[in-house]
């Protein structure tokens, strides 16, 4: 069993992963160093089907799992996807990275719409957007070699490397925190930190534009948690990665985002800068959300208001009309049951769904 001490300490002085030789389209710049938007989702919709019978399927109802998302990213950001399970944080990156078809809306990365592009056509797409995986324990086959998954991209995509697979792979290893030795290694030799890691090799392998981080911390324990996020910022950092970090986590999102998008029943309730989002939060239940995380000043801790929230998330397949919040929300008047609130921008960049937005100053 390889030890979490096998791993090295600090994966700064690193070496970039290996350009692959295939010919590859540089990212797209704006003069005078501008940061250019690399992704933009317009009202992306995934409904999942719900059927009756046995011998004739007919569909009864849906799934509203994303409802009407809209966004966009610049290149190099991270954003920040938080909201309780069944909110479809998960969902929406599945979709944005293509393992799921849109109902409806548009996806367009680098420009290009992606929304309901072949398969084959979307081979050049895959190796700039690539996925984290929340377990580490079942996202990686028991039966292969460590060098067998790391290498899987550049197998799938046919892609030479200019110092050969084997070193390439060796060197993403190096990259992470691993050793090349681990090389011929299974997975069951390592623990959760450093299984994560060999997935963020493999997210790698490909030198993507963005990476979608579905909740990639979440199976770990809180220290090997830090380590993991601060591998991600390095390599953002020397790669120019663009992030969508999806958690439950607030503490964690606070961390590595710089803005952030609060979920709620399939739709985008707030959406903010860090500061502004953690600091002045609008939507009732990003108040609610934030309440709860602890914080680490026993006095302040004592003293600061808790809003518990009552029930359960109500289920997408049939969800609250107008204001999907109004069955949980201590603030909810008539016109919250009836009359669906738009996401306005009542700061600069941020935005909220809500007939009466919260006053309060979190202390
Ligand atoms: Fe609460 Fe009404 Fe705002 Fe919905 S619209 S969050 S029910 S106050």
């Not at 078809?101 to 700039?128: M, N, Y």
Request: neutral net charge; charged residues 25%; hydrophobic residues 35%.
């Amino acid at each position: 069993m390889t030890t979490p001490d096998a791993t090295k300490k600090t994966t700064r002085a690193r070496t970039k992963p290996p350009a692959a030789t295939a010919e590859r389209e540089e990212a797209p710049s704006k003069p005078g160093g501008a940061k250019d938007v690399i992704l933009e989702v317009d009202g992306l919709e995934k409904y999942f089907p719900v059927t009756q019978g046995i011998l004739f399927r007919k569909k009864v109802a849906d799934v509203k799992a994303v409802d009407g998302l809209s966004f966009s990213m610049t290149r190099g950001e991270t954003l920040g996807v938080v909201g309780e399970s069944g909110c479809g944080k998960s969902t929406t990156g599945r979709l944005i990275t293509r393992l799921l078809e849109p109902t409806a809306g548009k996806v367009v990365f680098e420009g290009r719409d992606i929304t309901h592009t072949s398969q084959a056509q979307l081979r050049p797409t895959r190796r700039d957007i690539q996925m984290i995986f929340q377990d580490p324990y079942s996202s990686l086959n028991p039966r292969q070699t460590i060098g067998a998954i790391v290498g899987a991209p550049f197998q799938i995509q046919g892609i030479q490397t200019e110092k050969g697979i084997k070193r390439s792979v060796q060197e993403l290893l190096e990259l992470v925190g691993l050793s090349p030795e681990h090389y011929n290694r299974y997975p069951h030799e390592f623990s959760g930190g450093q299984r994560q890691r060999i997935g963020i090799a493999r997210a790698l392998a490909l030198r993507p534009r963005m990476i979608v981080c579905d909740e990639p911390v979440s199976a770990l324990d809180v220290s090997i948690q830090a380590q993991v996020i601060n591998l991600l910022q390095d390599v953002q950092t020397e790669l120019d990665l663009t992030y969508i970090f999806i958690a439950h986590d607030l503490s964690v999102v606070r961390h590595i985002s710089d803005r952030v998008a609060v979920m709620y029943l399939g739709k985008i309730v707030e959406f903010a800068d860090n500061t502004s989002l953690y600091e002045r939060p609008l939507h009732p239940y990003t108040h609610a959300l934030l309440s709860a995380v602890p914080v680490p000043d026993p006095e302040r801790e004592k003293t600061r208001e808790r809003i518990l929230l009552t029930g359960d998330v109500p289920s997408p397949l049939n969800p609250p009309p107008a204001c999907r919040f109004h069955t949980r929300c201590w603030k909810a008047q008539e016109i919250c049951k009836t009359v669906e609130p738009p996401l306005l921008e009542l700061a600069p960049g941020h935005q909220v769904a809500c007939h009466f937005p919260e006053e309060r100053v979190l202390v």
